[in-house]
């Protein structure tokens, strides 16, 4: 596979994950516990009385024996978690500044593919969707870790282009999600504040818990370039000519005032926020990533 | 600001270098690709104007520096107290000046004030200015009124030799002109090609100087801009009224001449007084005249004086005196000298006619008859007119001259009286055969039949006599005639026809006899053939011609002139005399008559001048004396009596409470070269920082 290797994967499984935080509704089965109690495993949930029709097997005589009365013991049902790796595959995740290893698409895959192959090694079911204004990929979810594979496939096949994430498209892709399912962004969230707020507010109505995952490069913060020079939007392909000297530190003010809005509206009880500089150690954000689930 | 070298200022078109180079090397920018520009263009675009008007000024700041080095480069020299303040003095610079002063001697100059005259403060000014120049410097003066006076300019390092004259001079009665005096110190400056030049105007920047240059010296010929010009300055005063004119009765404001009236009558003698204040005043007034004195009070409404008339008793002769008013700042204008004197005795002109149509409107006699009554040139003569029956038993002899209108009806009448002495004028009328013949015969002429031909007076300019009567009003080539009778005569022809090509002699005609002088005039005087009597020209025309007949000296003499214009006399007879005038101050002067006429120039006082003829020189045979007067005044049409001064004269003011500070601050310069060359040095810094500058603040 491109983006991993066994090293990174024999790494990855050595890390202690006990899998995400959530109480899945799927009907696949697995080892996130399920809202509905009547599963078979051997954690306890609860008693309650028996009403005709209950499986007599669960019946705890005991309880019957001092109390007299009939009580169903009840157990918490392990299914599997269903995790959506959603993938911002706009012409802006193609920027690499001089001093990175790899492009924020790169890395984005990098990391996606990391964590994919975590939620896979616990069993979990992983679906892809690579999303821009003029492209999208999916891949439906799947728990084996062959799957992972066709994930490496569709991301060295895809390259950003085009727009970021176009908000209807997310809103449908959103709407057909289950519920508690989990949502994993790899994205530069490079647009103005509004549509940062619109995804945040479509995400929210799902009710789903969230990762965002903003990739960022050193070069985008701090613009180091000298001289008078001509930028090229990426994604928009508009020309600009900037003297970076003259702009430099009120740009920078005005990036960290963006980093901290980003931070603010991705971070709220359903949805974690995580910068993700591409000269920042993978590993290192992976264990962020398991501490804070 | 002046230059010492000023060719390093052709250097000067290269301080803008930083903005060619700018413009033709602007470096081509690296296209690189980056990820989104939405942050950077909300950045960029706040930060647009910032970054273009630091561009700029960096960029100004550049150009300013270079051109702050050339002018260091170029000397340059400031006049300003503050310079001399912060730079030692005998950094003072400019080189060697040359100065001309203008003394104004107009009569304004003569306005007291502080207990001086305004004169008195120009000396002083003139004097601290001439005592701070140094041994390299070069002075001129000259006087100037109305125009420069006295000799041509001429450079001298005599200073105290130039105070003195200066000092020994005072204002006369002339008005001021600014524009002919500045002329020639420019003209004189030029040829100048050293120092640092310098106009001194001694005057008080009176409005009425202007009138002719304006308040521009830029117009002037010779005009150098690099001419330092500096004029003294004086505040208007509080209380100033003046004497206008006055007018007489019966006597022309022009000439002051009696118009009519016999001696021994009163004369009424109205004044108009004029102020340049507003207030209220109550100002007494005398008149004197013959030894008696007259009062009166003129009240100042703040508009307009009271017209005060004094009634003067006339007691022959000539009637000469004085009117004045109470004095004020400047007393000279508050004098009015009059002088009115006796006519010559008329002359008698005899208008006879043949046929009443000739006097009847439209008709030679008629406009002849107009001419006499209305005419202002008449009032030398005394025209009687008659029908031709009456005058067979008038003695021609007792007329000066005698005006046959319309010959056709006289029919050889008065033949015998022809040849007796005097001026016998011919008028033909419109169809006129019998009377030709008659003519014919006594001119010894021979004319055609009458030619009917649109022809044109022609100007004559081949007799002197008519160039002493001004034509230049009037366009005596549009004077048309369409009938006349043309002549063959060895008669000299006074005026001719023309009809643009070709002279048709004669207008008129004239022939000298040895009783008298006959003048024909070939044209008739019908409007029907002729335009003459109706044209404005024609009693001018016909004024000069009779008294080119006559042999008179027909211009008018005028008795009240102003200071400094030329009178013109008159004696009864035409040889020659020695005449003594004696003027107010009580100098006296000798002129000499030449055919009856004299001129006097040195009329710069304003009083009454008096002549007369040395009996023994005068040529009459009865050796008797000849007298008269005349009056001058001071001419206030030009609004010198305002002692208006200009708020905003073309000159650097000059304070007269201390004139030397003034003078050498615009007249000496600091060079400031230093303060330059610290200057760009300002400006490069100024260009390092802003170039070095992150654009941070918002």
Not at chain 1, 67 to 78: G, M, N, Q, S, V
Not at chain 2, 73 to 85: D, H, I, K, T, Y
Not at chain 2, 415 to 442: A, F, N, Q
Request: with cysteine.
């Amino acid at each position: 596979m491109k983006f991993i290797d066994d090293a990174t994967l024999a790494r990855i499984k050595s890390f202690k994950y006990s899998g995400l935080n959530v109480n899945s509704e799927s009907l696949l089965s697995g080892e996130h516990p399920s809202r509905s109690r009547k599963g078979i495993s051997q954690e306890f949930a609860e008693y309650r009385h028996y009403a005709i029709g209950d499986d007599t097997r669960f019946i705890d005589w005991k309880v019957y024996a001092k109390r007299d009365r009939l009580f169903i013991k009840e157990f918490i049902e392990e299914k599997a978690a269903v995790i959506h790796f959603l993938a911002d595959a706009s012409g802006s995740m193609n920027f690499k500044g001089s001093g990175a290893a790899f492009s924020k698409w790169e890395y984005s895959a990098r990391l996606l593919m990391s964590l994919a192959c975590l939620c896979f090694i616990k069993g979990d079911y992983c679906g892809l969707y690579c999303m821009s204004g003029s492209l999208n990929r999916e891949i439906p979810p799947g728990a084996s870790l062959k799957h992972a594979a066709f994930f490496d496939s569709v991301l060295e096949k895809t390259n950003p282009s085009g727009d970021s994430i176009p908000l209807e498209d997310l809103k449908l892709y959103v709407s057909k999600m289950e519920k508690n399912s989990v949502l994993v962004v790899f994205s530069d969230l490079m647009f103005e504040s509004e549509k940062i707020a619109s995804i945040s507010a479509i995400i929210g109505t799902k009710k789903i818990r969230t990762y965002v995952f903003h990739v960022i490069d050193g070069f985008e913060k701090d613009i180091p370039w000298k001289g008078p020079l001509t930028f090229l939007d990426m994604e928009t392909n508009v020309e600009m000519p900037i003297v970076p000297d003259y702009v430099r530190d009120s740009y920078n003010a005005e990036f960290s005032k963006w980093l901290k809005l980003c931070k603010t509206l991705y971070t709220t009880p359903r949805t974690r926020y995580f910068p993700a500089f591409t000269d920042m150690r993978i590993d290192g954000i992976i264990e962020k990533f398991i501490t804070l689930t | 600001m002046s230059f010492l070298n000023p060719s390093f200022l052709w250097f000067l078109p290269l301080s803008a270098a930083p903005v060619l180079i700018h413009l033709l090397f602007a470096k081509k920018s690296l296209k690189i690709e980056f990820s989104s520009l939405f942050l950077l263009r909300e950045v960029y675009f706040r930060r647009l104007n910032r970054i273009r008007i630091s561009k700029w000024l960096i960029l100004l700041m550049r150009c300013l520096a270079l051109c702050f080095l050339l002018a260091a480069f170029s000397r340059p020299v400031a006049n300003l107290a503050f310079f001399r303040n912060l730079l030692p003095s005998n950094s003072y610079s400019g080189g060697p000046l040359r100065v001309v002063f203008l003394i104004d001697r107009s009569y304004s100059m003569k306005c007291r004030f502080l207990g001086a005259d305004r004169y008195g403060f120009s000396v002083k000014a003139v004097s601290a200015a001439l005592k701070s120049l140094n041994r390299d410097d070069r002075a001129a003066f000259g006087f100037f009124s109305d125009s420069l006076e006295g000799p041509e300019l001429a450079w001298s390092s005599d200073f105290e030799n130039i105070r003195q004259k200066i000092r020994n001079s005072m204002p006369g009665s002339k008005t001021t002109d600014y524009k002919a005096a500045l002329e020639k110190a420019y003209e004189f400056l030029s040829k100048e090609k050293d120092g640092k030049k310098i106009i001194f105007v001694a005057s008080d920047s009176s409005m009425d100087g202007f009138r002719k240059s304006g308040n521009d010296l830029s117009r002037l010929s010779n005009y150098d801009s690099q001419t330092a010009v500096m004029g003294l300055f004086f505040e208007k005063p509080e209380n100033n009224f003046w004497i206008e004119k006055i007018h007489a009765d019966s006597i022309d404001d022009e000439s002051g001449l009696y118009k009519s009236g016999s001696f021994g009558e009163k004369i009424k003698i109205n004044s108009e007084v004029l102020s340049s204040t507003s207030s209220f005043a109550v100002l007494k007034m005398k008149i004197e005249s013959g030894g008696a004195a007259r009062f009166g009070k003129a009240v100042f409404n703040g508009k307009n004086f009271s017209i005060l008339t004094f009634e003067i008793p006339l007691e022959g002769g000539d009637l000469n005196g004085k009117l004045t008013a109470d004095h004020d700042a400047l007393p000279e204008d508050n004098e009015y000298f009059y002088s009115f004197s006796k006519p010559a005795v008329k002359k008698r002109i005899l208008l006879v006619w043949a046929n009443p149509v000739s006097i009847k409107p439209g008709y030679g006699g008629y406009f002849i008859k107009q001419l006499f009554e209305r005419v202002k040139e008449s009032s030398v003569f005394e025209l009687e007119s008659m029908e031709a029956s009456k005058a067979e038993g008038i003695a021609f002899e007792n007329y000066s001259a005698v005006i046959l209108c319309g010959l056709d009806a006289f029919n050889g009448r008065f033949k015998e009286k022809l040849s007796g002495p005097g001026l016998l004028w011919l008028i033909p009328s419109s169809v006129d055969k019998y009377g030709m013949r008659t003519v014919e015969s006594m001119m010894g002429i021979k004319t055609a039949a009458a030619v009917s031909k649109k022809v044109f007076l022609e100007e004559n300019k081949e007799n002197p006599f008519f160039d002493k009567f001004d034509f230049s009003n009037y366009e005596v080539g549009k004077v048309s005639a369409a009938r006349f009778f043309p002549v063959e005569s060895p008669h000299a022809a006074i005026w001719n026809f023309s009809d643009g090509a070709v002279r048709y002699p004669a207008l008129i005609l004239k022939k000298s006899t040895t009783g008298g002088i006959l003048l024909l005039w070939t044209s008739s005087l019908d409007l029907e053939f002729s335009d003459m009597a109706v044209k404005p020209v024609f009693a001018k025309w016909f004024f000069s011609s009779l008294a080119h007949a006559l042999n008179m000296d027909f211009s008018l003499k005028k008795n009240m002139i102003f200071a400094g214009e030329k009178f013109d006399g008159r004696l009864k007879n035409s040889s020659m005399s020695k005449i003594e005038i004696t003027a107010p101050d009580g100098k006296t002067n000798h002129v000499y008559s030449e055919g009856g006429n004299f001129s006097y120039e040195l009329t710069d006082v304003c009083g009454i001048y008096r002549w007369k003829t040395s009996g023994a020189e005068s040529g009459l045979p009865s050796r008797a004396v000849v007298e008269g007067s005349f009056a001058v005044n001071l001419d206030r049409s030009t609004g010198e009596s305002l002692l208006e001064t200009e708020d905003t004269p073309p000159w650097k003011k000059i304070n007269i409470n201390d004139p030397l500070a003034d003078f050498t601050a615009a007249a000496y310069g600091t060079e400031i070269w230093q303060i330059m060359l610290i200057l760009g040095l300002v400006c490069s810094l100024v260009e390092f920082v802003l170039g070095s500058r992150k654009y941070v603040k918002d």
